[in-house]
């Protein structure tokens, strides 16, 4: 949710509204010391909040409209991601945190990492009072940022990473930005009907805005792995919601650019030291697209004292993490020394505008449907379902009836792969499957050619999730 909302200040048609945009924002004091890396490390949480990045109570009708729940006036923070920017830009890494994580909260407890924002700030609030502050505002205000101020320590402890800055966004931010925006495309294994978080939806693809947007995210009830699904759909979404903004106009429509600022002014909590518009030339490379989404590795869960909590080992979430930028940054360099690919035919502009090309990885290079998607969607062909498939020794275009040609343009593409005539391919619609042989240097986008290895302690990671293509998800 928060990522979406910084986009705007990551792109060069937005650093002349920077006055614009910081004027507005709610600002907190919540970042202590620095690595001297280089890199930025940002925390990227999403709280389900009753008020407004002022402390305004929502309007009632404003609470009904997101099926928000009764206030019982504890806050959550169920979106915690830090997303890592290395020196210099380049490719961008967001990993997810589960909110059950089960961790020690300093100058608290052990407890879900969930916690570790509000029951600091409750804790603070009562201090506050007993000293004698009156004002709700102050209260509320102090409390928080030593609320945050604690999440951020715990973040730091379990990943390893220096937190440099701090962006938080509320319901309605989220409400409001997924409307601004026109929506936004999604796509569902099965159909579900969940009453907790108000999810009711079809299977297959879609687009959802406003309060239909807050449920898909936020349903965990019913879904096969609860809060690691629903992760699953924030990184899905999120890399949606960055891919409409960055290519579908927004920031050239002045309506939809003015909206944008009018969320983030609203809803919108960042940490008073950032610099926003030097990070935005610092971080131009996130608006190429150049975006990865994981989930931290965990070791399966237990019910305890705190309830159903999900185990993690910061050793085991520290390793994986830096591999996982080594291996980023080696892929970005790899793919840009690669030959250019071959230009594409001049039937293919003909071509390109009838087809829907699906793409279904088998081979073991991660984020690959993605990318091979994205070269797709750059050669005007109309985007597809992009997913994994069981592991495939051979790469393939599948296609049915007279498509062949089509099949064969699109094959061309991927380093002259094999076609195959397939009865359960969609009429109209190509499906690309790459298998353990494909050639990433056929496409021209980041590549992770290294296979993954994550600790033997830990379940591996699902596959990253860019901001090209629409996956389906639970």
Known sequence: MVASALVLVLTGSAWGLFRDITAGITT????????????????????????????????????????????????????????????????????SIPRDSYVDIPGYRRDKINAAYPATKALAAERLVADGVRDPK?????????????????????????????????????????????????????PVDDPFSGADF????????????????????????????????????????????LSGGTLTN????????????????????????????????IAAGHLEFVTIPTQGGETNARGDVVLVDPGVVHTFIEQRIAEQQQAVQATQEAPPPPPPPAQLDVIASRYVVDVR???????????????????????????????????????TGSDGDAARAVAAQLGNIPVESDDQVTPGHLLVVLGADFNPATVPAPVDDA????????????????????????
Not at 260 to 281: P, R, T
């Open 28 to 95: 907190t004091d919540v970042i202590t010391g620095s690595d001297d890396d280089g890199a930025d490390n940002i925390l990227l949480v999403g709280v389900d909040s009753r008020t407004d990045a002022q402390g305004n109570p929502l309007p009632p009708e404003v609470q009904r409209l997101l099926n928000s729940g009764p206030d019982s006036g504890v806050l959550n923070s169920d979106t915690i991601i830090v997303l890592h920017v290395p020196q210099g830009g380049g490719a961008a890494a967001a990993f």
């Open 361 to 399: 990885n088998g081979s073991n290079l991660s984020g690959m449907a993605a990318t091979v998607a994205g070269r797709m969607r750059d050669l005007d062909f109309v985007p597809g379902t992009v997913d994994n498939t069981d592991p495939t020794p051979t790469s393939t275009v599948h296609y």
């Open 202 to 245: 079809p299977a297959g693809p879609q687009t959802i805005s406003g309060a239909a947007a807050l449920a898909f995210v936020r349903q965990r009830h019913g879904l096969p792995e609860g809060d690691l699904s629903r992760i699953r759909r924030q990184q899905v979404f999120l890399a949606a919601v960055s891919d409409k903004i």
């Open 254 to 285: 002045p309506g939809k650019l003015s909206s944008l600022i009018d969320v983030a002014q609203k809803s919108l909590v960042v940490d008073s030291g950032w610099n926003l518009l030097a990070f935005a030339q610092q971080a131009s490379d």
């Open 451 to 474: 296979p993954a290895r994550p600790s033997p302690a830990a379940p591996a990671p699902s596959a990253p999730i860019t901001a090209a293509g629409v996956p389906c998800v639970d």
């Open 138 to 190: 102050q209260v509320d205000a102090e409390s928080a940022q030593q609320g945050r101020t604690a999440l951020i320590q715990t973040v730091q402890n379990l990943t390893g990473l220096h937190i440099d800055h701090y962006a938080e966004i509320n319901l309605l931010g989220f409400y409001n930005l997924t409307t601004a925006i026109g929506g936004v495309d999604v796509c569902l294994k099965a």
